[in-house]
């Protein structure tokens, strides 16, 4: 009887002693197993973009404040404004990925022209050039999107 009481005793200890030399095992395989590699990173993801979007926020905000003020009015206070908010959106260029250069300014030279004329009184000339800058900026989102999706290392 007294050989009962004793594997009743010792027992939970073998057993705590094989699940802790198990763990220690899967812990030593589960570190030695390579990690499988993640996802590929994206134009969106990399460090140059992101910067390069955050750093020129200013100036795309600007761009679309001024494009609203000339929407409600013509006048020119809004025409200067969009005028310089644009001169600025070129000047940020180029980008890291020389690939998004033409879709983040797309419509600019648009918005430029427009504000000029709208600068000289020809409100109705401004009116369509602005159009057509908008119209390209909008088109131009679609593509944007498609490159900062694309794998990082398919982008120049």
């Known amino acids: 009887m007294r050989k009962l009481a004793f594997s009743r005793t010792a027992l939970p200890g073998i057993l705590l002693g094989v699940l802790l030399a198990g763990g220690v095992v899967v812990g030593v395989v589960a570190e030695a197993a390579p990690t499988p590699p993640g996802p590929p990173s994206i134009v969106g993801t990399n460090p140059a973009v992101q910067q390069w979007f955050k750093r020129h926020e200013t100036e795309r905000l600007a761009v679309n ?5 000339v929407h409600r009015q013509m006048e020119p206070g ?8 644009s001169d600025a959106m070129l000047a940020a260029l180029p980008t890291p990925k020389h690939a998004l250069d033409e879709h983040v300014v797309a419509g600019i030279e648009e918005f430029r ?10 409100t109705a000339g401004a009116a369509q050039s602005i159009a057509v800058g908008v119209e390209e900026r909008a088109n131009a989102e679609h593509e944007l999107e498609e490159i900062l999706e694309a794998p990082d290392e398919s982008v120049d």
């Open 113 to 122: 022209t427009g504000a000029a004329q709208c600068l000289e009184g020809d």
């Open 78 to 85: 809004g025409c200067t404004a969009l005028q310089q908010a």
């Open 65 to 69: 404040d001024a494009l609203g003020r």
